[in-house]
């Protein structure tokens, strides 16, 4: 009897140590398996469809991202969150990334800006620069956009790129005639020469409006273009006749 009864105590304590140990470590890990499930992959399935698959295994949907793209199908699931294949929740919601048509946006007339303003104004709208040539145009000042394709108003997929042509200025071969007008003489003079040419004759004339001793008038009209220098006359402002026979006397 006394041996039965240390084989009863001996059981009774093995039955406390598994009950114990199963309460302590094996349920918590039980119960963390028990509380979420593997996340469905819908990927690559019309949105439809995949929305009905995560209806029927408990998941609520939400499209929260848009891809503009030529390389997927429109309506396909591209991406969701939570990724497939993990851990979550009954109930969780799927975020979902959806495959949309390339979309057409009109291209703004770049002719005459600069480089940097035609750059930031094709970013704005989701197009790039794809080519810049350059060229001499006298008509454009240099650094601006001179041609461009596809040309304004036409419509273009976001993503592509615009051919560019930006002036280079005056040719080297050629000469332009400086704006001088409301500069005093020796400053006019020295733009002049610094474009390549020469002072011609100058005249004098009574003028009240303007600063005296300016320019009012020159004899070839600023940007022409020439394709060698010559001598170009002024006419400078005067306040009276006095003025204007002391200048001459000079």
Not at 100 to 105: A, F, G, L, R, Y
Not at 181 to 204: H, I, M
Not at 218 to 224: K, L, M, V
Request: charged share 20%; net charge negative.
């Amino acid at each position: 009897m006394k041996i039965f009864g240390i084989y009863i105590a001996t059981f009774s304590g093995l039955c406390l140590l598994i009950i114990l140990v199963f309460d302590t470590l094996l349920m918590p890990i039980y119960v963390r398996m028990d509380a979420g499930r593997y996340m469905v992959n819908v990927t690559d399935k019309k949105l439809e469809y995949a929305e009905k698959i995560l209806m029927s295994e408990g998941y609520r949907s939400l499209v929260s991202d848009t891809l503009f793209s030529a390389s997927y199908e429109a309506g396909v699931v591209v991406d969701q969150y939570p990724a497939p294949n993990t851990r979550v929740k009954e109930g969780r919601t799927v975020r979902l990334k959806i495959a949309q048509p390339e979309k057409m946006v009109s291209i703004p007339d770049l002719i005459g800006r600069s480089l940097r303003s035609a750059e930031l104004a094709l970013n704005q709208i989701g197009l790039e620069i794809d080519t810049v040539y350059e060229e001499y145009n006298s008509d454009v000042p240099s650094g601006n956009v001179t041609w461009q394709y596809p040309k304004g108003g036409d419509m273009l997929n976001k993503g592509m790129g615009l051919h560019l042509t930006i002036s280079l200025g005056v040719s080297p071969n050629f000469y332009q005639v400086p704006n001088l007008f409301g500069l005093s003489k020796k400053k006019a003079v020295f733009d002049l020469e610094r474009a390549g040419f020469k002072l011609g004759k100058t005249f004098y004339r009574q003028n009240e409006d303007l600063i005296p001793y300016t320019v009012l008038d020159q004899s070839i009209p600023a940007e022409t273009v020439l394709e060698k220098p010559t001598n170009i006359d002024l006419t400078i402002s005067v306040l009276d006749m006095q003025d204007i026979f002391n200048q001459m006397i000079k």
